[in-house]
Structure formats: C-alpha cells, structure tokens
C-alpha cells in the first residue's frame, strides 16, 4: 500500500486491466462450469444491497424480509411446508451446516455417503470431526441403496444424497434412501446443481427427491448456479427449524440474541440477487430456460452419438460426459479451439456443461469440433 492513495482513474484501469484477462460467459466458450451469466435484474439488485449484512439482521429489516419471500418461494417450489432455513454463501457452506446440525443434534460422528458427493462433505468431516463411511455408486453412477442399508448403524449422523452431481448430473434415489433414514439418521440432500433444473424439466418421469421424501431433513440449492443470480446465493432450508438451536450461539453485541449460521458477516446482496431472478422469471421462465438448456444438451449428444461416441449416461439434467480414451488431449485440443470444458474423474470422461450463456449455434459449432478433434485423436477406438 503506498503512502498515500492512487488516484481513482488510475486504480480503475488496473481493475479494467484484471478484468479483461478474466473469461466471459456471455462469449459463449466456457461450458466447464456450473454458474452462468446471472440476469441484469440480478446484477441491478445486487449493487442495491451491497451494504446489508444479515449477520446483523435487526439493521436491516427489508433484506431480512426479503430472505424471508425468497425462502417461502423455494419451499414452495421443494414441496416443504413450515420449513427453516437462510441464505448461505454456497453449497459448501451449506452442507457444512447440515452436518454439523446433524452431528449436534444426534450427539453421532458418522456421516455416509457415495464416491459421487461433492468434495465439501470431506471437507465438512475434518472441520467437524466427523467420520466419513464411502459406500458405492450403482452402474448409473447413483448412491447404491444395497450397500447403504449395510452402511447405516447406530453411528450414523446424516446421509448425504445428491439430486445433481457435480460430475454427471445424475440423481440419487432419494426416495428409498429417505425411507432407510426415516427416524435414524439425518438426510441431507445436496442439490446446488439440480434444485433450479429439476423441478423445472418437462415431461420427466424423475423419482421424487425433494420436501416430499419424508426422510429428507434439508436440501441445499444454489441460486448464482442455473437460478441466474450473482454469485454467492444459495439457499440452505430445513423441515425442522428447531434443530438450529443445536448451532446456536450467542451474539450479545449484535441486534439477535443468537446467530446460526456458520459466517457471522453475511453476503446479502445475493439475497436480494436471487428474490430479483426468481420474482422476475417466475415458474415459466425458468422452464423455458431450462427446456432450451436440454435441447442444447441433446444436440451436442446426438451429434457426439452420430460419430459413435457415447456419453457415460443419457444426460438427466444439463451436463454430459464422454469417456474418452486420451481425456486430457481432448481437452487440451478443445482449448486450443476456444472451448473451456472440463474433465471428471469417476469415470474419467471429458465433462460438458450446458448453461443458458450457451446459444444453439454454440452448442452446433462445439459438438462438431468436438466430433472433429476426437476422429484427430482416433476417437471411439476403431474396432478390428
């Protein structure tokens, strides 16, 4: 920090400098990543809150009302009915709450889970001192029921389910594990990806994974993924409200007697992002978003398809993967093309993310030059 401070034209071209290096959505070349360009009505209604602090909610009085609506909104959408809940910073933080409600509560240090969760939940275990059990996927990459009824003992804190995997998209079955966690263990269920796809899909026949499945304690859904808010907005609600007091801690200089969330500053402006999109999109609009989503999935499968190379499993939301033999080429071929894709590892398999900055032109020119390079690469191997 110099002595004294720069002039303000000068420390905004070193913002525009950093800026310019970062990617942009709206270029439509990345499709390796979960979060999207969020709606201009999102972006206005963040800068508005950039001051709140829901840490300290008695300061702000209109945020808090509208974490409240938006919080009704989604327990409406996830079938809940009286549920608890607040705005987090992300699904991360989300799932590390859960659990250590779950841990608190049960007075158990055992939390179970498929190789397909999310990373958080092991970084969720250390910070609590938790135990975590791995049980195995089925063949469509879902936490297997069979090895999960072995799995849960006396022990168990919480289940972890996942509606929207980070690598596939698949969804856990949700209901027959809520049956096994009925009245022994928690369930939570991570849907930072899924909670704003599926209930919006059209003419699927998708298994019930929400408040409907009585043995679901609480679900995580991130609002700055496919809810087209700006980042950090997610939404972490519970069926029993009364299982914060087990995380409560005293907060005698703020203007609540006690705080329960993890973060004690909290970033509010998201809140007031994610109520923007969803009051503004209604139901419809994010149907049709995520209608146009799975259409630009298909047709960059059916192209990939056409060229005899499969994807891991027939998309259920708007992610695909092809398991390719050389992962890392492809990619690297892709990028040198302008596409950013990533890779998964469970299988290891090029992984495609359909976000709605991802126009029916972009996902044409990416699936052929996706085709183009695998045939480069030799690309399904050639049978003898």
Known sequence: MDARGAPPHKVLAELQKAHNDDLRFRDGTILGSMCTEPLPVARRAHSMFLEANLGNPGYYKGTWRLERETLRILADLLHGKNLGGFTVSGATEGNITALWMARNTTRRKEIVAAKTAHFSVRKAADLLGMRIVEVPHDDEYRLDVDALRKAVTKDTAAV?????????????????????????????????????????????????????????????????????????ASHLLVREARHFERIAVESPYLTTVYQTSLLGTRNSAGVAAAYAAMRSLGREGYRKIVARCMKNTSAIVERAREAGIEPVIEPVVNIAAFPLRDVEAAQRALEKKGWRVSTSRNPPALRVVVMPHITAEGAAAFADDLVSLCRKLGEPPRKA
Do not use: N, Y
Not at 209 to 226: C, E, I, N
């Open 160 to 232: 972890v389910a996942v509606a929207g995997t980070t690598e596939l998209g698949q969804v856990d079955p949700i209901g027959a594990i809520g049956e096994l966690c009925l009245d022994r263990a928690f369930l939570h269920v991570d849907a930072a990806f899924g909670g704003f796809v599926l209930p919006f899909l059209h003419g699927g026949d998708l298994p019930r994974w929400d408040f409907r499945v009585a043995g679901v304690s609480s679900l995580v859904l991130d609002a700055h993924k496919m809810g087209m808010a700006t980042i950090p």
